[in-house]
């Protein structure tokens, strides 16, 4: 008898706190909603004029003027900051402490923005602009509002960065307001950690690490980057693919030879090109380098089971891309992505269509991105395929051919490697913080998390993994079809009001 009155004792205790929990997060979740509709243009002004600024990583005073305006903003809210700086694009770091709070948590977002090519935008990516939908699906303009109650949630701001990656820098600051407002206390303190050159692989990043490991010591670090899954639901991200990127190029001719006259003669660049690249797969899409999946890690059991219980999104996903099969066939998108990948992303050769000309040209052109799963590294994976393309009776050099090497070799490769690779990282699903986070995005939301092996992009996590030796768990805010790195980049009004709510509640929730 005396067992069961202490299991019930156990049981009414357990229900009384979440019961507690409960509440609470949905007074945290009315604090944002009530700040939103008393605030929301003010949100969404701020948000227009921090994507106003051009924010190529390459252009340092362009880069400059991001952090002004970034620390400007923080420091509204009691931020104390510091400029981190190691030869390339600024870094913001910055600190907030809450009086009692025992836990710390890091946040990461980067605030620079891959390049721009205007004439393939609806609007100027410096000009925000709000409209109905996407461009593809015949989004129309809207008027920017004048009232927080005229912003409708289905809306999208276009906008380079829109999506990738500024928006938690605007709606982690709304959710600290939110709170104020309320009177709710924070159960952490919160340190950030700004990144103004992640697009370009964020090259100076070792050195800062190196130097300010002690400054970013936490309890837990939120890197909040990326897409949220293509069923909309919330989820909880425990690795990033790595990547290496390479440029290819092939030779003909010394100078453009007439194709009539010479066509069956000359070397031709382009066939030579397009034999290098056809090489790289084999008819079910899979990398058909010798080795290549050597150090590919498999999935775990329960990998396979958070993968399982996902929604199934391949169907709706070929008909709003229009296309009729998917890349390894009948593999899930989810489980694609625990994969490597060799994605071609540019050739240039010549001229087609209208501007085509008869001629045989010098030289082809190619672009490669290779994106790493665990346990690859970049330098095993650039010999892996310098060693295909030997095989492939290819010349392979790291440097554009001189006259002397194309005189004496019929097939040279030039291969040059971009220097910014890294590799992946992943992490268990099933640690304390993980279970913390998805309990309390539970309450919040109604429904649990999707626990995500890993996504597909990928973010420079390994080095503060290797640095911190702390917890590290990806949180993405964005809609999945954001266009990130692309054209009429957007974010949904929608996604931009929950991650207020959802950085509310971690901030209130996660020390307790």
Request: proline share 5%.
């Amino acid at each position: 008898m005396n067992r069961i009155i202490i299991v019930l004792a156990v049981f009414i205790g357990l229900a009384a706190n979440l019961s507690a929990k409960q509440s609470d997060i949905q007074k945290v979740k009315s604090a944002s909603e009530n700040w939103r509709s008393q605030q929301g243009l003010v949100i969404l002004n701020d948000f227009r004029d921090l994507l106003s600024m051009p924010n190529v990583a390459s252009n340092l005073q362009d880069m400059a003027k991001n952090a002004d305006w970034i620390e400007s903003y923080i420091a509204k809210r009691g931020f104390k900051f510091q400029r981190l700086e190691a030869g390339g694009a600024p870094y913001i770091y910055a600190e907030l402490n809450q009086p009692g709070a025992s836990k710390t948590v890091l946040i990461y977002a980067h605030f620079d923005g891959q390049p721009v090519n205007l004439s393939n935008w609806s609007s100027s990516p410096w000009q925000p602009q709000l409209r109905d939908n996407l461009v593809e699906a015949g989004g129309k303009d809207v008027s920017w509002p004048t009232a927080a109650n005229q912003i409708k949630e289905h809306w999208r701001l276009f906008a380079r960065s829109s999506g990738d990656d500024k928006a938690p820098v605007i709606a982690l600051m709304a959710a600290i307001d939110a709170l104020k407002s309320e009177g709710i206390n924070r159960s952490v303190n919160i340190k950030l950690i700004l990144d103004g050159e992640e697009e370009a692989g964020s090259p100076t990043l070792e050195k800062l690490l190196d130097k300010y490991a002690e400054l970013l010591k936490a309890d837990l670090m939120l890197f909040c980057d990326g897409p949220m899954h293509q069923s909309r639901q919330r989820q909880l991200v425990f690795g990033v693919r790595g990547t290496i990127g390479l440029n290819l190029t092939t030779y003909g001719p010394s100078r453009p030879l007439h194709s009539g006259h010479y066509g069956n003669w000359a070397p031709n660049a382009a066939e030579q090109m397009i034999a290098a690249l056809d090489s790289i797969h084999d008819e079910n899409g899979r990398i058909a380098i010798q080795d290549y999946y050597l150090d590919v890690r498999q999935m775990t059991e329960e990998e396979k089971r958070a993968i399982s219980v996902m929604p199934e999104m391949d169907a709706q996903l070929k008909k709003d891309l229009v296309i009729a099969e998917s890349r390894l066939k009948d593999t899930r998108v989810e489980e694609a992505i625990m994969q490597p990948a060799a994605v071609i992303t540019g050739v240039e050769v010549g001229s087609t269509r209208d501007k085509a000309r008869n001629v045989l040209v010098p030289q082809a052109h190619a672009s490669i991105n290779f994106r790493l799963v665990a346990n690859q590294q970049p330098t095993k994976v650039r010999q892996l395929v310098e060693n295909h393309f030997r095989q492939q009776g290819y010349y392979v050099i790291n440097e554009l051919a001189s006259e002397k090497v194309r005189s004496q070799h019929s097939k040279v490769l030039s291969l040059m490697w971009e220097k910014s690779g890294y590799p992946a990282f992943r992490s268990s699903l099933e640690s304390a913080e993980a279970i913390k986070l998805s309990n309390i995005l539970s309450h919040l939301e109604g429904d649990k998390p999707l626990m995500t092996p890993t996504m597909g992009g990928s973010l420079p996590i390994y080095l503060f993994e290797k640095a911190l030796n702390i917890p590290i768990i990806i949180l993405p805010v964005a809609n999945h079809d954001n266009n990130q790195h692309g054209p009429n980049e957007n974010l949904r009004i929608k996604n931009l009001w929950e991650a207020i709510d959802v950085y509310a509640a971690v901030l209130a929730e996660f020390g307790k």
